[in-house]
């Protein structure tokens, strides 16, 4: 958790020093907007990658499973939670490029499916040992929505990503997955 703060801290330093060295402009270039949002993007998206399809998701899975050990996590997801809505909150911070308004929309909707999708980990990281299915009740449902939700999200903010950026001929470098 120690190196996601520390990573979190170093884009939202990144993305301030962006926006500080405008020259004293309202907004962005676009080539700064994009070097922005992509930080925003992998702060975000590298937690929510782990969380709901990655190893810490196998991990809360099989502790899912045994019905124990829930509260072990609330801590984590409300960290991340707080960390997720310091980025929204300097991303919201800084005025996009006129031309950027999808973009930018595109990006906050990512955002808040991720905060969504960690709201009902953190849910979950609530339950008692040994929780009834009663008690468990629609989580389950509702996380695969959310997590359907953050992909589709995610799909939508990198095609919005690259159109900006061949719009204003900024080459995105891509790294494998």
């Known amino acids: 958790m120690k190196k996601l703060n520390r990573l979190v801290s170093i884009c ?13 402009r ?4 676009a080539e700064e ?4 949002n992509i930080s925003v993007w992998n702060s975000a998206s590298t937690p929510a990658v782990r969380w709901l399809g990655g190893d810490r998701a196998e991990e809360f899975s099989k502790v899912l499973q045994t019905r124990k050990g829930m509260s072990r996590y609330q801590p984590q997801f409300a960290g991340l939670r707080r960390e997720l809505a310091a980025n929204t909150t300097v991303t919201q911070a800084f005025p996009p490029p006129e031309d950027a308004a999808a973009l930018h929309a595109s990006m906050l909707d990512y955002l808040k499916s991720v905060d969504a999708a960690f709201a009902k980990l953190e849910e979950m990281g609530k339950l008692p040992d040994g929780y009834s299915d009663q008690q468990f009740g629609s989580l389950g449902t ?6 359907g939700d953050v992909d ?3 799909i939508a903010w990198n095609a919005a990503q690259k159109a900006y950026a061949k719009q204003h001929g900024v080459t995105l470098r891509e790294t494998g997955g």
């Open 12 to 24: 939202l330093l990144a993305f301030l020093a962006a926006a500080c060295s405008s020259g004293g």
């Open 26 to 29: 309202s907004t962005m270039t």
């Open 33 to 36: 907007y994009l070097e922005q």
């Open 142 to 147: 509702d996380m695969e929505r959310l997590i």
């Open 152 to 154: 589709s999200k995610a």
